[in-house]
C-alpha cells in the first residue's frame, strides 16, 4: 500500500457512547448464560504462569479499546470476483464499486459481537448524515464469513441497522471473500482477527481513503464530499 499521508485522532464522544452501549449489551448476554465448569481453573503453576487460553475475540477486544484511527491514501485494484448480493442476484465486485458513485466499503461478519456492530451503526448514521444524497452514494458491506453469512442473514442483518436501498451487503464462496479482502489488505486469516477498517474512493478512478480503526458518520462526510459535489 501507498502510504501518503497519515493522522492521528480520538473518535467523538458518539462513538464512544455506542462503544459503551455495546460493552453493556455483550456484559448482558454474558450474565444470561448458564453456569459454567471453572474446574479447569486449578492447574499448575507453571500452567498459570503461562498466557491465558486464547480469546477468540481478544483482538477485538484490543481495538475496542483503542481510539486512534490513522488515514492514509492508497490505490487498489478491484478484481472480477462473483459475490452475491442480498436480495440472491448475483454480481460482479468490479462493476458494483463502479457505477459512477461514491463507494464507502467495509468488511463485517453478522455474528461479529464487537467490531462490526459499531462500524455499522456508523454506516447507519452516515447514511441518515447523508439526507438527500443518500442515493448518491454507495454503501458496501462484504461479509468475511460467507459460508455462515447467506443472503437471509445478510438482509437480517442489514434490518438491524436499517439499511436503505443504497447501503448493500454482500456474500458468496469462501474464496471470493478471502481474494476481496486481499485487494483491499484487510485479509487476517481467522475472521476473529479482522480489524476496523473503512475505504472510501470519492469517485471512479480516484484513490481510496484507508481508514484504520473507528471512523465517524461526518468522517465519512468529509471524504465523499468532493465526489457529492461534483455530481451535483
Known amino acids: 500500500m501507498n502510504d501518503h499521508s497519515v493522522r492521528s485522532r480520538t473518535v467523538d464522544r458518539s462513538v464512544l457512547a455506542l462503544a459503551a452501549v455495546l460493552t453493556a449489551t455483550m456484559a448482558t448476554a454474558q450474565d444470561a448464560m448458564p453456569p459454567m465448569d471453572h ?9 498459570a504462569a503461562a498466557p491465558a487460553a486464547a480469546d477468540p475475540h481478544a483482538a477485538h477486544h484490543h481495538m475496542m479499546a483503542s481510539t486512534d484511527v490513522r488515514r492514509s491514501v492508497a490505490n487498489y ?7 452475491v448480493r442480498q436480495d440472491g442476484a448475483k454480481v460482479a465486485l468490479d462493476k458494483e464499486l463502479n ?3 461514491p463507494v464507502v466499503l467495509n468488511f463485517i461478519f453478522t455474528t461479529c459481537t464487537t467490531i462490526c456492530p459499531l462500524s455499522s451503526q456508523v454506516f447507519s448514521l452516515f447514511q441518515q448524515k447523508l439526507g438527500e444524497d443518500r442515493s448518491k452514494v454507495h454503501l458496501v458491506s462484504i ?3 460467507p459460508e455462515e453469512d447467506t443472503p437471509v442473514r445478510l438482509r ?3 434490518a438491524k441497522f436499517k439499511a436503505g436501498a443504497d447501503w ?3 456474500t458468496g464462496s469462501l474464496q471470493a471473500s478471502i481474494a476481496a479482502q486481499q485487494a483491499f489488505d484487510v485479509y487476517r486469516g481467522d475472521k476473529t482477527n479482522h480489524t476496523p477498517v473503512t475505504l472510501v474512493r470519492s469517485a471512479a478512478g480516484n484513490s481510496w481513503v484507508r481508514i484504520e480503526g473507528f471512523a465517524t458518520a461526518d468522517d465519512l462526510l468529509a471524504e465523499v464530499r468532493g ?3 461534483a455530481s451535483r
Open 99 to 101: 457505477d459512477g458513485r
Open 227 to 229: 465526489g457529492l459535489t
Open 39 to 47: 474446574s479447569h481453573h486449578h492447574m499448575p503453576a507453571e500452567a
Open 168 to 170: 448493500q451487503h454482500y
Open 143 to 145: 461479509s468475511i464469513d
Open 77 to 83: 485494484a478491484v478484481p472480477h470476483l462473483d459475490l
Open 156 to 158: 437480517s442483518y442489514a
